[in-house]
């Protein structure tokens, strides 16, 4: 026998046995599923068929006792048992043990599978349904079966079933002619594809034709032939500009041809590498069904979008990480039936994938209805590790902390299971799509769910990006990062940029972006003038984790397709690069790791979401009074905020410099003595934490962040938590005062706020300026 | 006579270095080169060499001779490695040098600093002495060279 054949046969019935268990969990489901049950059946009878036929006789007898069990529920003579589709994936799983070691070893191994096919073999022998019963399944069974083309009639319950086998082995059995691998494979493709419900008769149809119409072909040819095209495209680009630097138009015609082929094969070659996410997801119905049996569980999985197309190294890089999100939400997320109805949720949890394009790149959501991550859990257990210091678990928002599961050596199932919690740990998961230029983010909702949300390019190889320049050397953007650009000349230029303490902000439409500036980051000033006083500033607006920053460049140059080349292990370390490539000039240029360029700049951390705010600021209409409010949180987490326009400065106090003044607490403050105001006492009848846990004035960090007010004529330091943000917001909803000290409670960014009545705050005795607060402070 | 090595040779400073023929891929001019904003010092940039982009490593600074040089003047010797090719520039590429293994011995524990984890020893040849370069050590910097110019 040929090697060739049995390459065939071993891709093949790895593909098929995929389908097997996607198969049979789908069965476990829905077990009154005739097509379904016909489809195994059939798969089961190929891998049987055909490893009879180049002599794998373990693997036959196997796939033989399955295939009768097979028919006999496919017959109505046995309905389904877990223990049944148990043994059923068992059954798939020694072949692929056995079709593995065929693959390294050429035979099937030395395996005893005499348990699994006697367990098979007594299972067909079990409760026979009544005749009665059976008549209806009976009847979809012959139309399914006659529609599938399949050339056995349903027969009668009592009939021999491999009696009635036999014609099909036969046929199986013939010599393959040289189409017949074409036509096996389709199927196996197709149906992975397909909605199981759809019709027999339309695969059947559709089977045919594409057998016909597609070809196998070796990855590594398509690498081969990617890094080609990513070559040509750099020829391209040299070949144009230096065509641009001459007039000849002999020259002009077949290079702007040159330039439409090569965007054309690049699109094609690209397209040939593209796969559905649906490939690596049909793996993961076996994966969470055999933890939620290992678990005691019940999970549904949802798909959405499978048919969204990757190209193939970026689907190889994100199987691993999904599988682990996968497992994690399974096992740790999503309660055990008890646990649930006790929540009042439906005891079947819910396990949803989602896939879909966005702005050039595939976000992929995986969401549970579990319980869960607990922020303070997290902060705690980070802190006991070492990974983050007092002063940070402090300073972290809720949506930090809950991606602190994304650090090294972070765990926080109590008990690791056999299923996770075995060193792959959620960091390398965000390494791991970060490598390949993704980024991954969990939102969490304790006893609601959690969603981990991944953004991932399409493609690596090659990729639209626009040309800046900054103190004398080109960078590269990648496109998918980049929002918008905004020019500032002249009066522009000096006014557009203000400080926000120390800061650089502009004013986009109203509001503020925060700038970044490129030279400075890359501490590349060397004499180039300062954007301050340059005639025209550039930026670039970019978008980095869902928060928008802008990047004030010297110069912008062009936009252009660029070829990604990684960087040496020497400069692996810097991660605001993402790699090179090489312009048309034949330099190299860097490319920009626009998130790694947030992070350094600390423009990633907690601040508002943006995007809701936008997406708030739409609904919003002309109705409302418009206001500059500045945000921050009070000691209980609720967001406060005041009119900006009542503000004196922001300042930060160390606690160190707090001094006694009678009974009260004061600064010294640009030569005067500031009576300082602790906001968490004036409103502290609605405190419901205890003490110890968030101490009022957050001990934890040795600074304090006030707000200076000049109030009668005086300086007064209001002592608040955290400065969240500033914002311009139309205040629509207002609710009456929830307490003494607040004019009134409306929505801000999407969560309620309370603003703040300093007036009668400053005037209330009970918290006059310069009263000791009750929470000792240690001076 | 024992066995000889063929080992090519350049100059840095007044020092006489040689790398093994075989983990040299070849010489090269002068080359533009783009600099690598926060990167540490040793690493000059980046250079095209016919579609792949390689490192170039400034070899004074490395062997802790003094300050870079004129990146303009400097030669390319590219290096094999188990990562991608790096370019060590140097002043003055030499001839490759038939040497004999006799000719060998360690460098003498005063010699110092960084040139003391770089030179596997010396080939004594006729009138001047002939460093052997390791070029594993030379292209993945020691961590405190990693980690200098960061901030």
């Known amino acids: 026998m040929s090697d060739d054949l049995v390459v065939e046969f071993l891709v093949e019935s790895n593909e098929n046995l995929d389908l097997l268990d996607r198969e049979l969990v789908q069965l476990e489901k829905k077990p009154g599923n005739r097509d379904t049950l016909a489809s195994i059946f059939r798969t089961i009878h190929t891998i049987k068929g055909t490893c009879g036929f180049l002599g794998f006789t373990k693997l036959e007898a196997v796939a033989h006792v399955g295939e009768n069990l097979l028919s006999r529920l496919r017959d109505g003579q046995l309905s389904l048992t877990p223990q049944i589709t148990t043994a059923l994936l068992q059954m798939v799983d020694a072949i692929r043990q056995m079709l593995r070691s065929i693959e390294s070893g050429g035979n099937e191994g030395q395996r005893n599978d005499a348990t699994l096919i006697q367990t098979l073999t007594s299972l067909q022998s079990g409760d026979v349904r009544s005749p009665v019963k059976s008549a209806q399944p009976l009847q979809q069974s012959e139309t399914s079966a006659e529609a599938g083309g399949n050339g056995h009639g349903p027969g009668s319950t009592d009939g021999d079933l491999s009696e009635r086998n036999t014609p099909e082995i036969a046929k199986c059995v013939e010599p393959p002619r040289p189409e017949c691998p074409a036509e096996t494979r389709p199927e196996s493709k197709e149906e992975a594809g397909q909605d199981q419900a759809e019709s027999s008769q339309a695969q059947q149809a559709g089977r045919s034709s594409v057998g016909e119409a597609s070809i196998r072909v070796d990855v590594v040819l398509l690498d081969k032939l990617m890094n080609l095209v990513g070559e040509l495209v750099l020829a391209r680009n040299q070949i144009l500009q230096f065509t641009n630097t001459i007039e000849d138009g002999a020259l002009l015609a077949p290079s702007q041809r040159l330039n439409l082929i090569t965007t054309e094969l690049q699109e094609g070659v690209m397209k040939t590498r593209m796969q559905p996410i649906g490939n690596i997801w049909s793996k993961f119905p076996r994966t969470v069904r055999d933890v939620a049996a290992a678990c005691g569980k019940q999970i549904r999985i949802e798909m959405e979008g499978k048919e969204t197309e990757l190209d193939k190294t970026i689907i190889e890089a994100i199987k691993d990480p999904l599988t682990h999100i996968v497992r994690n939400s399974a096992d740790h997320g999503i309660e055990t039936p008890d646990k649930r109805m006790a929540a009042g949720k439906p005891p079947e949890g819910r396990l949803l994938l989602r896939a879909y394009h966005e702005g050039g790149q595939v976000n992929i959501e995986i969401s549970d209805d579990g319980s869960g991550l607990d922020s303070e859990k997290i902060r705690k257990k980070a802190l006991e590790k070492g990974l983050i210091t007092l002063e940070q678990a402090a300073q972290l928002g809720e949506r930090e902390a809950v991606n602190l599961i994304f650090l090294p050596g972070f765990s926080t199932a109590e008990k690791v299971t056999n299923v996770s919690g075995r060193g792959v740990g959620m960091d390398v998961v965000k390494t791991n799509i970060e490598k390949i230029g993704g980024t991954v983010d969990v939102h969490s909702r304790e006893g609601v769910g959690t969603t981990v949300k991944m953004k991932i390019p399409l493609t690596l190889a090659i990729i639209p990006a626009l040309i800046v320049t900054s103190g004398g050397d080109r960078y590269a953007i990648p496109q998918i990062s980049l929002l918008e650009l905004v020019r500032l000349e002249g009066e522009d230029a000096r006014k557009g940029i203000e400080q926000l303490q120390g800061a650089p902000v502009h004013r986009l439409r109203g509001r503020l972006l925060p700038l970044v500036y490129l030279n400075r980051e890359l501490r590349v000033e060397n004499g180039s003038p300062d954007a301050t006083h340059a005639a025209a500033v550039n930026i670039v607006v970019l978008h980095a984790d869902d928060r928008q920053f802008g990047l004030v460049v010297d110069e912008i140059n062009d936009t252009e397709e660029i070829v990604v080349k990684p960087l040496g292990k020497q400069l692996k370390g810097i991660r605001t690069f993402a790699g090179s490539t090489i312009m048309g000039d034949g330099r190299v240029a860097l490319i920009l790791d626009v998130l790694g360029l947030a992070q350094s700049s600390n423009v990633v951390s907690e601040a508002r979401t943006r995007a809701l705010k936008e997406k708030e600021a739409e609904l919003t209409t002309d109705r409302g009074e418009k206001q500059t409010l500045l945000l921050f949180s009070a000691a209980d987490d609720g967001h406060m905020a005041v009119p900006l326009d009542r503000v004196g400065r922001l300042e930060e106090f160390p606690v160190s410099s707090l001094e006694r003044a009678g009974d009260s607490l004061v600064v010294q403050y640009r030569g005067e003595i500031l009576p300082l105001v602790f906001l968490s006492d004036a409103l502290e009848e609605r405190r419901k934490r205890p003490r110890h846990l968030r101490p009022a004035n957050e001990s934890a960090s040795d600074r304090l962040q006030g707000i200076v007010y000049v109030h009668e004529g005086k300086r007064v330091g209001l002592i608040i938590e955290k400065i969240l943000d500033i914002v311009d917001e139309m205040i629509q909803v207002k609710s009456p005062p929830s307490r003494f000290g607040v004019l009134y409670s409306s929505v801000v960014q999407g969560r309620v706020t309370e603003l703040l009545d300093i007036r009668a705050i400053l005037n209330n005795p009970s918290t006059k300026p310069g009263r000791q607060p009750r929470a000792t402070v240690e001076a | ?151």
């Open chain 2, 1 to 151: 006579m024992g066995a000889t090595k063929q080992l090519c040779t350049f100059s840095v400073g007044e020092g006489f270095f040689g790398i093994p023929v075989e983990r040299v891929q070849e010489v090269v001019r002068p080359q533009p080169i783009t600099p690598v904003p926060l990167a540490p010092k040793v690493i000059r940039g980046l250079i095209n060499l016919r579609g792949q982009i390689l490192t170039a490593i400034d070899l004074r600074y490395r062997l802790g001779l003094g300050e870079p040089g004129d990146a303009k003047l400097l030669m390319n010797v590219v290096v094999r490695t188990d990562d991608s090719p790096v370019s060590f520039l140097v002043d003055e590429i030499g001839e490759v040098l038939d040497v004999d293994e006799d000719s060998f011995e360690a460098p003498p524990d005063t010699l110092q600093g960084e040139m003391r984890n770089l030179i596997g020893g010396a080939y004594k040849l006729e009138g001047r002495l002939l460093l052997a370069l390791s070029t594993e050590r030379t292209v993945s910097p020691a961590n405190e060279l990693r980690n200098k110019n960061r901030d």
